[in-house]
């Protein structure tokens, strides 16, 4: 007997029902996440952050720049001798135990910055934020509004929420106050200290030009392309006495560069906003040769804060005489403005309040707090974690923290643990592999993820080449190969602190890297400087941008003007300033060498 076939109808109607039915599962499986949610929020979730003991005294010491705050602070730590001076920058927490060793015995300052340890141990310790013991006789913390940073400011928030010390001493402009005074709203005794800039600061009436600029002098821009413009310009009128200063040097290099300013051996610094980060030159004068920069999401004008912060750098107490501000004038593309300069001086001086951003500490999860049992529970754990922060922090002097990027690192990860790397992706394992200090916006994403990639391989016993994990040190390179290599070699740190041996290798043979990189662009930076000179069209000669090799109507081949020319579109997408030309670059003996397992080529 034959069945006849269904009917169109009858077709279009069992495959209606199916979709009606997926639809309700879908909308029965919505229901039971947002339940589960919302019991894990009500029930199960984690509480606010507390500390053990209430300290006994916070003092906080408020006031401008070059007032005397980290200098009081740091006799207070020596007085006590035990404690932690704490800080957002190796370079400040190198100052501090120059400054703390100068004054007390051998064996009782060390230093810590993840980077390097001397000392570790020692009764005072001067360190970066991130590697703060969370307990102790007394805490110096130094810039304490970077509580507020978007970055990092996750570490400030637990170091002052949960630190167990019996003293805290927070150094910060005076609009951080009623940011910080929550936080520490458990001491038993609070003290004020305001303090008042101890050198004049005047702002010069008259824009500088690039042949009148005086010795000791800071020169402040804001990409690195336009710090080697800059330099390019003032090394015509002193050759050989312009050094240059920004994020991308390794340490090493910059404390060499700062050496070489604070010893006279170069009389004018091209710098980044990294100067004005608390480190201590002894410059009398400080010109800004732009007063915008690009954020990291938009090209926007200064604001006060930051400008006070950086003309703050002149006139140091004790490193020289009294300051003086100003405008540089005379390069090309750059136009600084003199009224925000005036409105930043200002602020530096103590007269006025800055626009300092009202941004909340933020509040980012332990693995404790996340309640989760395998890695494939990681992202809904800190979905789920996210949802109650909100809720728990919102009458809180704290927010919650992004948890974006920690959801998109375990992501990444779960595909390679499907298969046999599967076997080293426990939970703490994949944790401590998401939180690595390793930068994962793009393009250094892929970084990220090969170094995690090469961390699960060595667990579970295959080879992983040498070169993954550690670049050769560049031959016959520039200073922004050397640059690369360097910051690579860093992450290579960061890797091989939490997981030694991947690659055969340790963190000393990554810090040989970086330590023959930083030598090398040492080497190289005054060619790489004497270089960049440019400033007029190579077509038609017309004045222009020192980034650029031809303008704008010459680059895209306007009537009766040269052909277009590649590499001229745009402010970074011009002549290629930082990088040596390969007549300026190095080349010897140990270019190329690897280091052996000793950290020693």
């Given at each position: 007997?034959?069945?006849?076939?269904?009917?169109?109808?009858?077709?279009?109607?069992?495959?209606?029902?199916?979709?009606?039915?997926?639809?309700?599962?879908?909308?029965?499986?919505?229901?039971?996440?947002?339940?589960?949610?919302?019991?894990?929020?009500?029930?199960?979730?984690?509480?606010?952050?507390?500390?053990?003991?209430?300290?006994?005294?916070?003092?906080?010491?408020?006031?401008?720049?070059?007032?005397?705050?980290?200098?009081?602070?740091?006799?207070?730590?020596?007085?006590?001798?035990?404690?932690?001076?704490?800080?957002?920058?190796?370079?400040?927490?190198?100052?501090?135990?120059?400054?703390?060793?100068?004054?007390?015995?051998?064996?009782?300052?060390?230093?810590?910055?993840?980077?390097?340890?001397?000392?570790?141990?020692?009764?005072?310790?001067?360190?970066?934020?991130?590697?703060?013991?969370?307990?102790?006789?007394?805490?110096?913390?130094?810039?304490?509004?970077?509580?507020?940073?978007?970055?990092?400011?996750?570490?400030?928030?637990?170091?002052?929420?949960?630190?167990?010390?019996?003293?805290?001493?927070?150094?910060?402009?005076?609009?951080?106050?009623?940011?910080?005074?929550?936080?520490?709203?458990?001491?038993?005794?609070?003290?004020?200290?305001?303090?008042?800039?101890?050198?004049?600061?005047d702002v010069l009436r008259a824009p500088v030009r690039p042949d009148a600029v005086r010795p000791q002098t800071l020169?402040?821009?804001?990409?690195?392309?336009?710090?080697?413009?800059?330099?390019?310009?003032?090394?015509?009128?002193?050759?050989?006495?312009?050094?240059?200063?920004?994020?991308?040097?390794?340490?090493?290099?910059?404390?060499?560069?700062?050496?070489?300013?604070?010893?006279?051996?170069?009389?004018?610094?091209?710098?980044?906003?990294?100067?004005?980060?608390?480190?201590?030159?002894?410059?009398?004068?400080?010109?800004?040769?732009?007063?915008?920069?690009?954020?990291?999401?938009?090209?926007?004008?200064?604001?006060?804060?930051?400008?006070?912060?950086?003309?703050?750098?002149?006139?140091?107490?004790?490193?020289?005489?009294?300051?003086?501000?100003?405008?540089?004038?005379?390069?090309?593309?750059?136009?600084?403005?003199?009224?925000?300069?005036?409105?930043?001086?200002?602020?530096?001086?103590?007269?006025?309040?800055?626009?300092?951003?009202?941004?909340?500490?933020?509040?980012?999860?332990?693995?404790?707090?996340?309640?989760?049992?395998?890695?494939?529970?990681?992202?809904?754990?800190?979905?789920?974690?996210?949802?109650?922060?909100?809720?728990?922090?919102?009458?809180?002097?704290?927010?919650?923290?992004?948890?974006?990027?920690?959801?998109?690192?375990?992501?990444?990860?779960?595909?390679?643990?499907?298969?046999?790397?599967?076997?080293?992706?426990?939970?703490?394992?994949?944790?401590?592999?998401?939180?690595?200090?390793?930068?994962?916006?793009?393009?250094?994403?892929?970084?990220?993820?090969?170094?995690?990639?090469?961390?699960?391989?060595?667990?579970?016993?295959?080879?992983?080449?040498?070169?993954?994990?550690?670049?050769?040190?560049?031959?016959?390179?520039?200073?922004?190969?050397?640059?690369?290599?360097?910051?690579?070699?860093?992450?290579?740190?960061?890797?091989?602190?939490?997981?030694?041996?991947?690659?055969?290798?340790?963190?000393?043979?990554?810090?040989?890297?970086?330590?023959?990189?930083?030598?090398?662009?040492?080497?190289?930076?005054?060619?790489?400087?004497?270089?960049?000179?440019?400033?007029?069209?190579?077509?038609?000669?017309?004045?222009?941008?020192?980034?650029?090799?031809?303008?704008?109507?010459?680059?895209?081949?306007?009537?009766?003007?040269?052909?277009?020319?590649?590499?001229?579109?745009?402010?970074?997408?011009?002549?290629?300033?930082?990088?040596?030309?390969?007549?300026?670059?190095?080349?010897?003996?140990?270019?190329?060498?690897?280091?052996?397992?000793?950290?020693?080529?």
């Amino acid at each position: 007997m034959t069945v006849p076939p269904p009917s169109p109808d009858r077709r279009r109607e069992r495959s209606a029902a199916r979709e009606s039915a997926a639809r309700d599962a879908d909308r029965a499986d919505a229901r039971d996440e947002k339940r589960a949610q919302q019991i894990w929020v009500d029930g199960a979730a984690p509480s606010l952050p507390v500390r053990a003991s209430r300290p006994e005294e916070v003092v906080f010491h408020l006031g401008p720049t070059n007032s005397g705050k980290t200098y009081d602070s740091l006799l207070a730590l020596a007085r006590t001798g035990s404690g932690v001076y704490a800080a957002p920058l190796r370079q400040l927490a190198h100052e501090a135990y120059a400054r703390l060793s100068e004054q007390l015995p051998p064996g009782t300052v060390g230093l810590s910055t993840g980077e390097e340890e001397i000392d570790p141990m020692a009764p005072i310790v001067c360190c970066t934020v991130e590697k703060a013991p969370m307990r102790g006789e007394m805490l110096v913390l130094d810039e304490s509004h970077w509580v507020a940073d978007p970055d990092r400011g996750h570490h400030w928030a637990r170091l002052l929420l949960t630190s167990d010390y019996r003293e805290m001493h927070l150094i910060s402009a005076a609009e951080a106050y009623l940011l910080l005074k929550p936080l520490v709203a458990d001491a038993k005794h609070v003290t004020v200290v305001n303090h008042k800039r101890l050198s004049r600061l005047d702002v010069l009436r008259a824009p500088v030009r690039p042949d009148a600029v005086r010795p000791q002098t800071l020169v402040v821009a804001f990409s690195r392309k336009a710090v080697y413009a800059v330099a390019a310009e003032l090394d015509q009128h002193r050759p050989g006495k312009v050094g240059v200063l920004y994020g991308a040097l390794p340490p090493a290099t910059r404390r060499e560069v700062i050496e070489r300013f604070t010893s006279g051996e170069l009389e004018v610094l091209v710098t980044t906003d990294v100067i004005g980060h608390g480190i201590n030159v002894p410059a009398t004068t400080v010109l800004f040769a732009e007063t915008t920069k690009f954020d990291g999401t938009e090209l926007r004008p200064l604001r006060t804060w930051e400008t006070a912060q950086i003309a703050g750098r002149a006139g140091r107490y004790g490193l020289t005489g009294h300051g003086q501000v100003g405008i540089l004038i005379g390069v090309t593309g750059l136009k600084p403005s003199s009224g925000l300069l005036m409105a930043g001086a200002e602020v530096a001086r103590g007269d006025a309040v800055s626009d300092l951003p009202k941004r909340a500490p933020r509040l980012r999860p332990e693995l404790a707090d996340l309640g989760a049992h395998e890695a494939v529970d990681l992202p809904e754990a800190l979905t789920r974690w996210a949802a109650w922060a909100r809720a728990a922090t919102r009458d809180e002097a704290m927010t919650a923290d992004d948890v974006t990027t920690l959801v998109m690192r375990v992501q990444a990860l779960l595909p390679l643990l499907r298969g046999p790397l599967g076997a080293a992706g426990d939970l703490d394992t994949v944790w401590r592999l998401v939180n690595l200090a390793i930068d994962y916006n793009p393009p250094r994403r892929t970084r990220w993820l090969v170094l995690a990639r090469a961390a699960l391989e060595h667990a579970i016993g295959l080879p992983v080449p040498p070169e993954t994990v550690l670049p050769d040190v560049p031959v016959d390179g520039t200073v922004e190969e050397f640059e690369q290599a360097a910051a690579a070699a860093r992450d290579a740190q960061t890797l091989l602190r939490q997981f030694p041996g991947v690659g055969g290798l340790t963190s000393d043979d990554a810090a040989w890297l970086e330590e023959e990189c930083a030598e090398s662009i040492t080497e190289l930076l005054p060619g790489a400087i004497a270089l960049q000179r440019s400033g007029t069209c190579s077509d038609c000669g017309r004045a222009i941008a020192p980034w650029f090799t031809t303008c704008k109507p010459c680059s895209f081949g306007g009537p009766g003007r040269g052909a277009p020319r590649a590499g001229t579109g745009g402010r970074d997408g011009g002549r290629d300033h930082g990088r040596n030309s390969r007549p300026g670059a190095r080349s010897g003996s140990r270019q190329g060498r690897r280091p052996s397992r000793s950290g020693r080529g």
